[in-house]
């Protein structure tokens, strides 16, 4: 059974920081961009962070470029997200996706039920 698993998500204070995991079974990560998007309360969904299947480019979207870092560890068929200097405006759902990396991100396929971040000021 395919399945995509976030976790990490968490209450935290303005300025803080969080790791969240993208936990995959059932393929492998190592053949597929690995995406990191987040939704909020009334909003559109948002493509944060991707990485292509080498872990060579990573791309950010500008709000959170510079504060977010993405990585991936194929041997745990993991993919992180680290999140720096959180703010308000970062209180989302967040979910990972397969993806393609370019231009806008794009998520296909495969996806988590995501894990909330709350920012509290």
């Known amino acids: 059974q395919v399945q995509l698993v976030e976790s990490g998500g968490d209450l935290v204070e303005f300025g803080g920081s969080l790791r969240l995991s993208c936990a995959a079974s059932?393929?492998?990560?190592?053949?597929?961009?690995i995406g990191w998007f987040r939704q909020a309360p009334g909003k559109e969904r948002e493509g944060v962070s991707c990485i292509d299947p080498q872990g060579a480019d990573m791309i950010y979207s500008d709000s959170v470029k510079g504060r977010f870092t993405i990585s991936r560890d194929d041997a745990k068929n993991v993919v992180y997200l680290q999140m720096n200097n959180l703010k308000g405006e970062d209180t989302a759902k967040y979910f990972c996706a397969t993806a393609l990396c370019a231009g806008p991100i794009f998520g296909y396929q495969y996806w988590g039920q995501g894990t909330q971040v709350t920012v509290s000021s």
């Open positions: 059932g393929f492998n990560t190592e053949h597929y961009s």
